[in-house]
């Protein structure tokens, strides 16, 4: 397959690039710095471009089977780059005739299936006080990508950590299963799973190990 991933310098972005060219992907990268590129393969492209650039986020999407982002959040201030930089990849993909878009959160964001326990809870309530632009910025990127009308699935994430890859995965909502940690190795490897697969279409669910 072809796949176009945004946030591919990040923790999860680079495991999502690895994994895709080990599985025999055709990879293109939209990144702000190429230099911070470790991968060098063959199969992969790299397209250097700030989340403003309409034009060049279209150029990155066009032609690909499935986008993956796993933009994420870089400062709590006021400025919304992941919302406006999602709107630009649901319109590039719109135009582009790409459906299959699957987009990494934090815990953070709720959806209306979670159950959440008192931690859950406090967790959410810590995130408003004292994150709370952080918040609102991943709360706008998620609604573009629900009302965007694309076939898309949200992998919502708690603590991320680079341990290697355990093989299991709680898939499930807030206060019903997932518990608080997850491998960066297990995130993107059920990322990937979801670009051919419908079991969480059109669904956000939380994941664990």
Do not use: C
């Not at 397209?47 to 309409?54: N, P, S, T, V, Y």
């Not at 309530?125 to 009308?149: E, K, N, P, T």
Request: positive net charge.
């Amino acid at each position: 397959m072809k796949l176009t991933i945004f946030g591919a310098t990040g923790g999860t972005g680079q495991e999502l690039v690895k994994q895709a060219l080990a599985a025999g992907h055709e990879v293109t990268i939209y990144v702000r710095n190429p230099a911070k590129v470790k991968q060098q393969e063959p199969r992969l492209t790299v397209i250097q471009g700030e989340m403003h650039e309409a034009a060049k986020i279209e150029q990155a999407v066009a032609g690909a089977d499935a986008v993956l982002s796993a933009l994420g959040p870089t400062s709590n201030t006021p400025e919304r780059p992941l919302t406006t930089g999602m709107a630009h990849i649901v319109a590039a993909m719109k135009k582009t005739g790409v459906r299959r878009l699957i987009a990494a959160t934090g815990a953070g964001v709720a959806d209306p299936n979670d159950r959440p326990q008192l931690i859950g809870q406090l967790f959410g309530l810590a995130l408003r006080l004292f994150a709370r632009h952080v918040l609102a910025d991943s709360q706008g990127m998620v609604a573009a990508i629900r009302s965007s009308g694309l076939d898309w699935m949200l992998a919502r994430a708690p603590r991320l950590h680079d341990k290697p890859s355990s093989g299991q995965i709680k898939v499930g909502y807030a206060g019903q299963g997932p518990g608080t940690q997850l491998a960066r190795a297990d995130f993107a490897r059920f990322m990937l799973d979801q670009v051919g697969a419908d079991q969480w279409l059109k669904k956000a669910p939380m994941l664990s190990n």
